[in-house]
């Protein structure tokens, strides 16, 4: 015979299955509305806010390498505050900071260095190191590959000559307009940038300022590394693609640079 506790616990059970049944189900309408919602937020999230990256190019190094996956905050640098207030503040872009960026010539490639004058800074090298404002700048990020460019090391104040085919046929008359002395000085809405690897980065002594209109955003952190050639990116056919996309698949753990995942990009 069952007590009364056996029948008190049937009955709460019986409640419970009777709300369950009750309780409406998603149609499929609901449900496709749901993942759609999913869908537009991931998809404003990836176009507005954060964009993923990969490091083409050595000129980066050691902050940067080849093969490095970032996620760039294209938001704060370009955007308003006006936009969203406080909850995501607008931040100009500072000396030093590491932005991506289209590249104005050759354009539509897209491009990350480190900013080393902002409108207004005047900027010269000598014998490879940069002065800004008067300033000799000490700067521990920086590679030197030891190899001489009369060019580069002592911009902007060596003929273009010595930059060889490197150097964008306009640019020399650009430098002579905006040269001051031994400076060159960044014009309004404009940056210049170089890469942390000083002797083996085409950058802005070679094609110019950078356009504020050009910048997308700042690297964030890395979130993936994987061990790719240095030529990689000029790999461009479909069946190059296809092969290095079986080479990752093939070799994502032993070839994947775990300790370079998650790093801040500084």
Do not use: C
């Not at 030093?96 to 900013?115: A, E, Y």
């Not at 940038?193 to 085409?202: A, C, I, T």
Request: hydrophobic share 40%; proline share 7%; charged share 25%.
């Amino acid at each position: 015979m069952a007590t009364k506790t056996e029948k008190t616990d049937k009955t709460e059970i019986t409640k419970k299955a009777k709300k369950k049944a009750d309780k409406p189900r998603e149609t499929f309408s609901e449900s496709i509305a749901g993942i759609a919602a999913v869908l537009v937020s991931g998809l404003f999230i990836i176009t507005f806010i954060v964009q993923a990256f990969e490091i083409p190019s050595r000129s980066m190094v050691n902050t940067l390498k080849v093969g490095d996956h970032v996620f760039v905050d294209r938001f704060t640098p370009v955007t308003s505050s006006k936009v969203l207030g406080p909850l995501l503040p607008y931040r100009d872009i500072h000396r030093g900071d590491i932005i991506v960026f289209i590249s104005p010539t050759p354009p539509g490639l897209h491009v990350v260095k480190r900013v080393m004058g902002i409108p207004g800074d005047r900027i010269h090298l000598l014998n490879g190191v940069v002065y800004r404002n008067g300033e000799a700048l000490r700067e521990p990020y920086v590679v030197h590959s030891g190899v001489s460019n009369p060019y580069a090391d002592n911009f902007p104040n060596v003929s273009s000559e010595f930059g060889g085919a490197n150097v964008w046929a306009e640019w020399p008359a650009v430098v002579s307009i905006h040269k001051q002395g031994e400076d060159l000085v960044i014009p309004p809405d404009s940056y210049f940038g170089m890469g942390d690897n000083r002797d083996d980065s085409l950058d802005s002594r070679y094609w110019g300022f950078i356009p504020r209109a050009n910048v997308i955003g700042r690297p964030l952190f890395i979130y993936w590394s994987f061990d790719t050639p240095e030529d990689q990116y000029q790999r461009t056919s479909m069946g190059e693609r296809v092969g290095f996309v079986f080479h990752v698949i093939i070799h994502f753990f032993d070839k994947t640079q775990w300790r370079r995942m998650f790093h801040m990009v500084r």
